[in-house]
């Protein structure tokens, strides 16, 4: 029988002793890693990587290899890898790549924990993270949670941060509203939302002053303007402004959009 050869990863562990039991026992070094795979201490050491019919992912070079560039992107990112290491097993059992994660964590740091403070806010107001930094990057490393879902989440926080910073205080139901159809960058929800801070209080006082049925004028019925192009909202804009446009002019209030959603301003057109 040839001389007995320890993997590196399990020396030192209760799953050497399995191993050198089964090779004595088999004298197959193979069947005896296969049995070592079984085993709960396995399944602990290597959390994620073994399928439901037995089998595994990755060769453990590999799973461990992952595991410490998981690690190198928590890393880079300012955080502690040891408090995220429960996390890893997940991650690899949804298939996600070193380099996939490290997308993920340069995401969530420059667009939430580098952020202005109001986007966290929006975060854990929308989707009930927890305002702290270990708890946001956690929030993103379930593999559910793909590309998709995490910038979707982003940028709804971010469009309800802009209102934010602006005076509005918006549900996430609005903000998704406005991301889907088309504010979906923080450039152009500052836009909006300043257009809306500098736009509705005039459009309140001309409302209030030719005693207009619906004196209120809100951020959702300028929002039904200018993004969802209601043409009744979009009427009584063009109404209030020809009725004072000698007093209160807001027909150079223009922004545009790149993504096929023009916004026209309020001009009387």
């Not at 799973?63 to 880079?76: N, Q, T």
């Not at 209120?216 to 402004?241: C, H, K, V, Y």
């Amino acid at each position: 029988m040839p001389d007995l050869y320890i993997p590196i990863w399990m020396r030192g562990t209760p799953m050497e002793a399995v191993y050198k039991d089964a090779w004595i026992e088999t004298g197959d070094a193979m069947l005896a890693r296969e049995l070592v795979r079984q085993t709960d201490y396995y399944s602990t050491a290597f959390s994620g990587n073994v399928r439901d019919d037995g089998s595994v992912r990755y060769d453990e070079d590999t799973y461990l290899s992952f595991v410490e560039s998981y690690s190198d992107a928590i890393l880079s990112a300012g955080l502690n890898p040891d408090l995220f290491t429960s996390k890893y097993g997940d991650l690899i059992a949804g298939n996600v790549s070193p380099n996939e994660f490290a997308s993920r964590v340069e995401t969530v740091y420059n667009r939430v924990i580098d952020a202005v403070p109001e986007v966290k806010q929006k975060l854990s107001d929308y989707y009930g993270v927890p305002m702290t930094n270990q708890a946001i990057m956690a929030s993103f490393m379930d593999a559910d949670v793909g590309a998709a879902i995490l910038e979707k989440r982003i940028a709804v926080s971010e469009v309800g941060a802009e209102a934010s910073v602006r005076g509005f205080n918006i549900a996430q139901d609005f903000a998704n509203r406005l991301y889907e159809a088309g504010t979906d960058t923080t450039s152009e929800a500052a836009q909006f939302f300043s257009l809306a801070e500098n736009s509705l209080p005039v459009l309140n006082a001309l409302a209030a002053r030719h005693d207009d049925p619906d004196d209120d004028f809100n951020l959702e019925d300028f929002a039904a303007a200018e993004i969802f192009s209601d043409p009744g909202q979009r009427r009584t804009i063009r109404r209030l402004l020809a009725q004072e446009r000698s007093t209160f002019s807001l027909s150079n209030a223009t922004i545009r959009r790149t993504d096929g959603y023009g916004l026209t301003g309020l001009a009387d057109t």
